[in-house]
């Protein structure tokens, strides 16, 4: 199988997840490792293959898709191959193709507003857990200050759709330190600037299912993947 990556993003205890395009299909596609998980040593300013924009051909794959996550497919790490950066052009139009005008046209009617400023999807359930969103409103990209942790604010993005207004986390890889969970300052004001003057597609995604608290039940929460400019799309 071979894709374009489009989605990649930092996880939690120093762990990234990628996915993207099957060339063949026009579907997404999240890989999964049949050992081991994905690490930052994968990505190309590390050595490895992985970066936005990336041609890999992944080789055989096997299914392993569950509502939401209908994009799964498990591979092997030792057959990659990294066959060069789709040109800048071609990707941006591949993100337009791929893209829906909002987020019930990404994930269907099963993503619900929960709380004042989020959605989610209740495990099992969902059309999908990835996607491309244009022609939103109003984006708003921020650093979340946080008492607790005064060294490693939240980056966060407040946008609009035609149904939904909502505040979620970014965890766009480029946005972070070398570390890939300290908050890039420079980098989160530069990009948030850009949005106020220039068109973007957002990659959008579920997250694995969690609870915020001990009381609620778990669910797959919206969350920005990575911000992709018209003028430079792979930046």
């Keep these: 199988m071979k894709v374009i990556i489009n989605h990649l993003t930092r996880m939690l205890s120093g762990y990234i997840c ?3 395009v099957d060339v063949k299909t026009k579907r997404h596609v999240r890989l999964r490792p049949s050992r081991l998980d994905l690490r930052p040593e994968l990505l190309t300013n590390n050595g490895g293959f992985l970066a936005v924009a990336a041609i890999l051909d992944i080789g055989p794959t096997r299914y392993i898709g569950q509502r939401p996550e209908v994009e799964d497919h498990e591979f092997d790490l030792k057959r990659v191959k990294h066959q060069g950066t789709l040109a800048p052009e071609r990707f941006w139009n591949m993100l337009r193709q791929m893209s829906r005008p909002s987020l019930t046209g990404v994930f269907g009617e099963d ?4 709380g004042p400023a989020s959605c989610a999807v209740d495990v099992g359930k969902g059309a999908a857990s990835l996607g491309c ?3 939103v409103k109003r984006l708003h990209l921020y650093l979340r200050e946080r008492p607790d942790r005064p060294d490693r604010p939240q980056i966060r993005m407040k946008f609009s759709d035609d149904a939904f ?3 979620v986390s970014v965890t766009d890889i480029r946005l972070y330190g070398a570390d890939h969970l300290t908050p890039g300052r420079e980098k989160v004001e ?5 949005l106020l003057n220039e068109s973007a597609i957002l990659s959008v995604g579920l997250t694995r299912p969690y609870a915020p608290s001990d009381e609620s039940a778990q669910l797959h929460w919206l969350q920005v993947n990575n911000i992709h400019f018209e003028n430079t799309p792979v930046w």
């Design 133 to 135: 969103l244009a022609q």
């Design 18 to 20: 990628a996915a993207g």
């Design 190 to 194: 530069s990009i948030a600037k850009r």
């Design 165 to 167: 207004t909502v505040d």
């Design 111 to 114: 993503l619900l507003k929960r």
